[in-house]
Nanobody, 128 residues
Framework: EVQLVESGGGLVQAGGSLRLSCAYS????????IGWYRQAPGKEREGVSC????????YYADSVKGRFFISKDNAKNMVYLQMNSLKPEDTAVYYC?????????????????????WGQGTQVTVSS
């Protein structure tokens, strides 16, 4: 059973940075996608970024491209989301999510909210 545990959220001023961490376990194959989505109050879930583990490809939503950076440490079983130049509109609960990759389907951050496994979430609040 895949398990994901997020950490690293908090309160930061606009323009600041935060790094989210996701500890993962339970994968039985290398063919999976892992990434982040967020949900702000009253808004729909938004995919932020994902990694195709089998090939190492990385994908970002346009809203965070150039500001957020996802990385993966296989030795530590960790996925990180480095968030820079934070804006008040980045305020949300951030979830780490994972699912098996699908042959023939190009991964996209917009798929991340529909992944089959997700963590408990971590709150990120950006003050203006």
């Amino acid at each position: 059973e895949v398990q994901l545990v997020e950490s690293g959220g908090g309160l930061v001023q606009a323009g600041g940075s935060l790094r989210l961490s996701c500890a993962y376990s339970g994968f039985t194959s290398d063919d999976y996608l892992i990434g982040w989505y967020r949900q702000a109050p009253g808004k729909e879930r938004e995919g932020v970024s994902c990694i195709d583990n089998s090939v190492g490809s990385i994908y970002y939503a346009d809203s965070v491209k150039g500001r957020f950076f996802i990385s993966k440490d296989n030795a530590k079983n960790m996925v990180y989301l480095q968030m820079n130049s934070l804006k008040p509109e980045d305020t949300a609960v951030y979830y780490c999510a994972a699912d098996a990759s699908i042959i023939g389907v190009t991964p996209s951050p917009r798929h991340v909210p529909d992944f089959g496994t997700w963590g408990q979430g971590t709150q990120v609040t950006v003050s203006s």
